[in-house]
């Protein structure tokens, strides 16, 4: 019997917030006024889910041609009103001019706005139905308007931003769409299609009631897009492209389509559940904000995720799969079964990531799962929760327009690595059980991370409680230390801490294995850490190792010990996720100051690169490289180094026989050259498109090498870059290109026209091409010309996570700070911190994330001299 569960619980940090929330309920409702606060406040969001019902929005938006003119639109809001109590507030976040007139109940009203708010005296309303007719100019921060398309994308508080909305997840509701669109354009919706009229040069699209979702979820697509359409296992799916490339369809329509149809097979096998929704779509938008979106119905892609072509690695197949995997595992995960508030959207992300990972077995068969998920979770979690700005996976929120800040490594990739050690915990049988009742109970509706441990809660002796604590809602990781002791070759005491790595006396209970290893085989323990120090009783009285690898198996969480002295047997290891897991525990430790230092650990992933075979862990290699020699080694020692590490590298390529292999080795070339002779030499390929020898290059690998001959200067870049221009053929590749060349001047004014132009909103709205533009802008090789952008950058900050989507916070600080090492740079975050003592607590966080390897450099660089 278990101390205590979930549903039993008196007291505790779950407890707190369920009481806290009833209090701000019953202050809600028993109060005589709600404020009317910017946002949408936890408090008003309580007021509504109590009181509003049936809800229905019946939606016509007419779309000119010309993205520059205002999109008039008009919306009938139906509704059950339980009790008629306050005003009622719609959220619009736009300008009151956007409101023209407002009828309730058939009545014309004044327009009443406040605070992003409009609002309705309840002496309009009535208990039982109710109509809002609102016309309206649609906002366009969310439209993402484009010559010849546009596409809504309102994840997680953004229907507010193009028309007014009860904009919280737990009011989900049913919408009818009307669009009137040029002639030549297509569209797509939420709902199956009612039928199209032509008239003049514009027709309209009449779209059936959609199925009952979140507002976040609602979402049209319309421009000149082409279609595809085919049958899937019985299901008829239209998939909607802007692609040019003949040989990038070729090669990507057939797997786009069966990884769909097998993700779709895999989870409702998994669930138990039928597909639950009407249709089943997706569209490919070029420089999408995210790898996608999981509208209903209609799922959005970035367009360069799902075309591959020949000269595609093996890792960008399996991140393609996984990206469709993911998507659709939110179906039922996010779509089907909602989080109440936003405070747990890491839930819907958790098992959307968690599913794709298993769903990613059947759809890519030659893939290896535990590589693939040790490779693409723990570095990614890691380089958040090693940092001082380190957030818990579970977060407080207040307001919904808060909700961006939320969104970051640690929920997609923390979260799955927490989720599995849960499974192992539990056992894979409970563990699916428990999902299939959650989905069941709560289908169509919403439900918070307390309701789904109830379930699985009463499934599992394990203390659950403690669990959860550390591992939901804490920040940070453990930091495992281990005694061994021999006597005459034989192990006679092996024990193995673990403290928190900020020194905190915590513990994170976690099964993972310990590897033994000798020059004839390997030894594997698996260690149950559910107590701080614990002795490995069944490794005494073996053999002594000749090393010892911590987490040989990835999936246990933190900074594992690593042994020093025998790195040569690493390459020994047959398993690939063996050595990766060495791979990762050596940056880990070469970070914390307390490993290999910078320079030996360069050399060492300059030697395994010659010898790794897995594709997936020599791209791992490959990433160390470039980020340890221009992150981590100092100028001076990385230009000295530079003639005989390209040569190296080079002399790899040419070695090699396995084309991703000798692709993947080549980029590292493109990386790191910096000798006038490795420039040259990737000029001859760009200038002949005659790749070394088994290495297949496409448009985008010409355009990124034209990139970086403009970023070394090399001898008259521009007309590069302008050359390269011609080559495109597809227009929206040619104006990313173009939107980015200023970045690539060699004139270092056009570079601070092009920065100063970013103040502006309107400048930053295709926030991919902005973010990859930042990056050659502070490339380490032009960083004694840009750091003097880092002050303003950091200013810009709040306002850009008012105005840019949920990534884009941290795409811009990731992008500004990620090559920096210098003091200066450093003292530039620090200054601001300490000048902004109130500044946002996210916002601070996320400073603090991407400034955590500007500090490590400072500290490893000052080793150096």
Known sequence: MKQFTFSALKTGAFSLALLAAVSCSQTATQSNTL?????????????????????????????????????????????????????????????ASNLKSIKVNNKSIPVAFE???????????????????IDFIAGNLSLNRNDDYLYTLLVPDRARTVFPVFDQPDLKATFTLTLTIPQKWKAVANAPLKDIVAKDQQKTYR??????????????????????????????????????????????????????????????????????????????????????????????????????????????RVSRSNLIAHETAHMWFGDLVTMQWFNDVWMKEVFANFMADKISQVTMADANYELKFLLDHF?????????????????????????????????????????????????????????????????N??????NLIEILDARTPVDLQAWNQVWVNEPGRPQIAYELKTDKGKI?????????????????????????????????????????????????????????????????????????NNLAAIARLQDPVMRAAAYINLYESMLSGRGVAPELLLAFTLIESEREPEELNLKLLTSYTGDIFWRFIRPGIREKMAPAF???????????????????????????????????????????????????????DYTSLALSLALREYPDGNSILNEQLKRIKNPDRQKRLQFMMPALSADVKVRDAFFASLKEEQNREKEAWVASALGYLHHPLRSHT???YLQQSLELLEEIQLTGDIFFPTNWLNATFGSYQSPEAAAVIRKFLQEHPKYNPKLRGKILQAADNVYRAEKLLQQQQ
């Open 445 to 450: 509706s919403n439900a918070t991370w307390p």
């Open 379 to 443: 570095p990614a979690a890691y380089s958040i929760d090693r940092t001082a700005g380190a957030n818990p996976i579970r977060q407080q929120l207040d307001n919904l327009q808060d909700a961006g800040s939320l969104y970051g490594h640690i929920i997609y990739h923390k979260a799955p690595i927490m989720m599995r050690q849960l499974e192992r915990l539990m056992g894979e049988v409970a563990f699916k059980e428990g999902l299939r009742e959650y989905l069941k109970k709560y289908a």
């Open 786 to 788: 840009s750091e003097k």
């Open 115 to 133: 605070n992003e708010h409009v609002i309705i005296d309840k002496k309009y309303l009535k208990e039982g139905e109710n109509t809002v007719a």
């Open 646 to 700: 390209e040569k190296k590298v080079w002399d790899n390529i040419t070695a090699r026989k396995d084309p991703n292999s000798k692709k993947l080795l080549f980029k590292t070339y493109q990386n790191i050259a910096l000798t006038p002779e490795a420039t040259k030499r990737l000029y001859q390929v760009w200038k002949t498109q005659q790749p070394p020898e088994g290495v297949k290059l496409t448009e985008d």
């Open 207 to 316: 779209f059936q009631d959609s199925d009952t979702i979140s507002t976040y979820l609602f979402s049209f697509v319309a421009g000149d897009f082409d279609l595809i359409s085919r049958q899937e296992v019985g299901r008829p799916m239209n998939f909607y492209h802007r692609e040019t490339d003949s040989s990038k369809l070729k090669l990507s329509i057939d797997p786009i389509f069966k990884i769909h149809a097998d993700a779709l097979g895999f989870m409702e096998d998994y669930t138990q559940i039928p597909y639950p929704f009407k249709k089943f779509d997706f569209v490919a938008i070029p420089d999408f904000q995210y790898g996608g979106m999981e509208h209903v119905g209609v799922i959005d892609y970035k367009a360069s995720t799902l075309f591959l072509d020949e000269g595609a690695t093996k890792d960008q």
């Open 492 to 564: 006679t005491s092996f024990s193995i801490s673990q403290q928190g790595e900020d020194g905190s006396d915590r513990l994170w209970p976690q099964i993972f294995e310990v590897a033994l290893v000798y020059k004839d085989r390997v030894e594997e323990l698996t260690i149950n850490m559910d107590q701080k120090q614990l002795t490995v009783e069944n490794a005494i009285g073996k053999q002594q190792p000749e090393f010892i690898l911590f987490n040989s198996s990835g999936q246990g969480y933190g900074q594992f010990p690593v042994d020093k």
């Open 35 to 95: 404020p009317v606060e910017t946002g949408v406040a936890q408090q008003l969001a309580q007021y509504r889910q109590q009181v509003l019902q049936n809800i229905n929005y019946n939606l016509h938006f007419s779309i000119p041609e010309k993205k520059e003119d205002p999109i008039a639109a008009s919306e009938v809001i139906s509704f059950n009103l339980s009790k008629n109590q306050h005003p009622l507030q719609l959220d619009f976040k736009e300008q």
